[in-house]
Nanobody
Framework: QVQLVESGGGLVEAGGSLRLSCRVS????????MGWYRQTPGQQRDLVAA???????NYADSVKGRFTISRGNPRNTLYLQMDSLKPEDTAVYYC??????????????WGQGTQVTVSS
């Protein structure tokens, strides 16, 4: 079973920083793309940042210049460096990955989410 586990969320003051991490585990043979999404109650889950296996990166306009997405080494890890945090960044942040596994081929998987709260 493919599993994504996020960590690094917490409570920070406006202007502060957090670094989110995501680890993918399971019987996998490849990861095509990974991304971070966020969701607040009553709203849809929106893209924050995404990165392909080839290194192409896409950021939401609201986080450009403040957040940085990267993949680690080993390549089953994903990071989101969040700087200059604002109260409107408060949300549950979810890791997403397009993972190829021995049982099902490529499919999108979600982590359980990690809460980020930015106080003013």
């Amino acid at each position: 079973q493919v599993q994504l586990v996020e960590s690094g969320g917490g409570l920070v003051e406006a202007g502060g920083s957090l670094r989110l991490s995501c680890r993918v585990s399971g019987n996998i043979f490849g990861i095509r793309a990974m991304g971070w999404y966020r969701q607040t109650p009553g709203q849809q889950r929106d893209l924050v940042a995404a990165i392909t296996s080839g290194g192409s990166i896409n950021y939401a306009d609201s986080v450009k210049g403040r957040f940085t997405i990267s993949r680690g080494n080993p390549r089953n890890t994903l990071y989101l460096q969040m700087d200059s945090l604002k109260p409107e960044d408060t949300a549950v942040y979810y890791c997403n990955a397009e993972v190829g596994s021995s049982g099902t081929g490529y499919s999108a998987y979600w982590g359980q989410g990690t809460q980020v709260t930015v106080s003013s």
